[in-house]
């Protein structure tokens, strides 16, 4: 999830309001659920974060945030109903660290990092179909819901399964594209390049030291039309730029290109709601405080649906690989 720039954006806002050290109420505690969901009908297993916020006048917002029991529910019931049979499947609350998934360092506990899980094998996702989540906090609190409607495969069209490999010119003028499909409920995209390659000092072949680069090649790209097929193109100029910037300069080593995966995330409505109500108070008049989106019924957060594809190990074209060992700009990297 944390791959998605507008989805980490979204988790980090509906957050903003319990954790200001600035931000007193004079108002008794009050229980507010907050949500997270991006769920992937492709996924093998699905995952949730379910907590609450807080309003209190007479403590350290920060300091509550550390404190594990203070931002989970106990023995709230988390459920996912699939809408066109009312079916039912309830998650199992589960440590995130001891499946691969650690909280980042930051305001809020992160041990433990309780979620929210459910495999494929149970819940059986289904494209196009309408899901509900149902959450139960149990002391006769409302039940909190949303609606999401799963996202059907996106597919990437270019780069081609037979091509010989991406071709960035350097002229700064050519251009290459990365082409796709996706269906229409999917509205906003993020287009990233992992560029991997392998370095090792000269003096000593076998000290290998593998290296990935991200490259956001496209953040919040909008639906245009009714087309289905996209394209989303770059002056081929920047790849070289890219590397000069990103790769320290190094006499002492050789570096070997290993690949580049191409990834496409596209994302429904609520997830473009969320984007276009945070930029729109975010120009250089606006207020200090963002408006915050939630499509949760009796909290904050979201929960939304979205659809990745990726393409592994890309290879560069012959003419590329050339200039990336011989160019002007890239020629001092040791390629």
């Known amino acids: 999830m944390k791959k998605l720039l507008f989805a980490a954006a979204i988790f980090m806002a509906a957050f903003q309001f319990s954790c200001s050290n600035d931000f007193e109420v004079n108002a008794p505690w009050k229980d507010i659920p907050v949500v997270y969901a991006m769920l992937d009908a492709k996924d093998s297993v699905h995952y949730i974060r379910l907590e609450k916020a807080f309003l209190t006048n007479d403590e350290d917002a920060t300091e509550i945030a550390k404190i594990a029991d203070s931002i989970y529910y106990e023995n709230a019931k988390v459920q996912l109903e699939r809408v066109s049979n009312g079916q039912l499947f309830t998650l199992t609350r589960v440590d995130g660290n001891n499946y691969g998934r650690p909280r980042e360092e930051g305001v809020f506990a992160t041990d433990p990092n309780w979620l929210y899980r459910i495999d494929s094998a ?3 996702m289904i494209p196009n179909e309408q899901y509900r989540i149902r959450i139960d906090r149990g002391n006769g609190l409302p039940e909190v819901t949303a609606l999401a409607l799963m996202i059907p495969p996106i597919k990437l069209v270019q780069p081609a399964p037979n091509t010989l490999g991406l071709n960035f010119s350097s002229t700064g003028v050519a251009k290459t594209t990365i082409a796709y499909e996706a269906p229409d409920s999917a509205t906003i995209f993020d287009a990233t390049l992992y560029i991997k390659y392998v370095e090792y000092p000269a003096s000593n072949p076998s000290d290998l030291n593998y290296v990935t680069l991200e490259w956001p090649w ?9 087309s289905n097929n996209f394209k989303i193109e770059r002056v081929g100029k920047e790849f070289y730029e ?8 190094d006499e002492t080593k050789e570096r070997v290109f290993l690949g580049i995966d191409v990834e496409l ?12 109500v945070s930029l729109a108070n975010a120009g250089i008049t606006a207020s200090q405080e963002l408006p915050t989106y939630s499509n949760i019924s ?3 957060g979201i929960f939304a649906s979205i659809s990745k594809v990726t393409k592994y190990s890309v290879g560069l074209s012959t003419p590329t690989r050339d200039t990336l060992r011989n160019g002007y700009l890239t020629k001092n990297l040791n390629f």
Request: aromatic share 6%.
């Open 122 to 124: 149970s819940l059986k």
């Open 265 to 276: 995330i596209g994302a429904d409505n609520s997830v473009e709601n969320y984007v276009n």
């Open 218 to 226: 496209a953040r919040g790209l909008r639906r245009e039309s009714n």
């Open 242 to 249: 890219f590397m000069k910037v990103n790769i320290p300069e």
């Open 298 to 300: 009796e909290g904050r």
